[in-house]
């Protein structure tokens, strides 16, 4: 089969589509014949920079497919059953791949209205924003959240989530996103490059820091004793600047987690979240698709076919 791997760190470049064997699920563990894999933002900042152990290695972690084979245990699949999931993160999956294993608990049905390019598009953007919101925040119905980058992969889907539990949403976004992010369900859309975000909103109950580096300029737009969820660890710092000024501030590493997994399933497959697609690639052009995502001008999620 082929699969997308890296022998050395660097630029998109590095990236290179080899022939390996197809793997054998474990115990607890499925095959998945892969149809549509979501990229991410961390998988060019580990492309780049490391961090899953010694080289050669494969980034990638959302993919959407079908059941090819159960290992010993499994009783949730069976082959043929379409699934989605981010199995493994933050350890190596090698979802650019025709097939990837996964713990079968890494991974839930996908909605049958659902298409796969949609599916891979979900987890890892989908679960971040679910679990800062919902986990972390503990968002209630009528909070006022403030999302900057919400037409960006997590943006856009934190937006829709927002709205499904209830909140009143104020996005950021450049103006000619605007439209995009109203149809998102936003409440209120500033444009972060014609305006002060701050001066432009008040009593927030809970800031998402999609964007790394906005924590000191958008607390005083927090109600005291507001919620900030910092999503890139070169925020630690701010983190911890907030939590010593009376706000409730941390910093969350998103994780596999099926009940999550299944909640957003739930909303896509009611039509209450769409995740929005701005370009898919086939696997021999990943480069293309990191150079793309490091541009960071997407709307949406960017994904590979296999």
């Not at 115990?27 to 979501?38: I, K, M, S, Y």
């Not at 998988?43 to 010694?54: A, L, N, Q």
């Not at 999931?85 to 996908?110: C, D, I, N, Q």
């Not at 998402?208 to 300029?217: W, Y």
């Amino acid at each position: 089969m082929r699969r997308v791997m890296q022998s050395r760190l660097g630029g998109p470049d590095v990236l290179e589509v080899v022939e390996v064997d197809v793997p054998q699920p474990g115990p607890a563990e499925v095959l998945v014949e892969v149809n549509a894999a979501g990229v991410n933002p961390v998988d060019w900042k580990v492309r780049s920079g490391g961090g899953m152990g010694e080289l050669p290695f494969s980034v990638g972690w959302d993919v959407s497919g079908a059941v090819a084979a159960v290992g010993a245990g499994v009783t949730r699949f069976r082959p043929g059953d379409e699934v989605f999931g981010m199995p493994r993160f933050p350890a190596e999956a090698g979802a650019y791949a025709e097939f990837v294993t996964a713990p079968s608990r890494h991974l839930v049905l996908k909605p049958p209205g659902m298409s796969h390019v949609q599916a891979a598009g979900l987890p890892l953007a989908g679960l971040t924003a679910w679990q800062a919101l919902v986990t972390v925040a503990g968002v209630a119905v009528g909070e006022r959240v403030l999302i900057p980058a919400a037409a960006g992969g997590v943006g856009h889907l934190a937006v829709q989530i927002a709205k499904a539990r209830g909140a009143y949403v104020i996005a950021t976004a450049s103006g000619a996103k605007h439209d995009f992010v109203r149809g998102l369900g936003a409440d209120e859309v500033i444009d972060y490059t014609s305006s002060v975000v701050s001066s432009q909103v008040r009593d927030v109950d809970i800031l998402l820091a999609t964007v790394p580096g906005q924590i000191r300029d958008l607390a005083e737009v927090l109600v005291p004793g507001g919620r900030v969820v910092a999503l890139n660890g070169a925020d630690a710092d701010a983190v911890q600047w907030a939590a010593q000024s009376g706000l409730r501030a941390g910093f969350m590493l998103v994780e596999p987690d099926r009940a999550d997994l299944e909640a957003l399933a739930l909303l896509a497959g009611e039509g209450r979240i769409t995740v929005h697609i701005d370009r898919t690639f086939p696997l021999d052009q990943a480069t293309d698709a990191h150079r793309l995502g490091e541009e960071g001008r997407t709307t949406g999620k960017i994904v590979l076919i296999p």
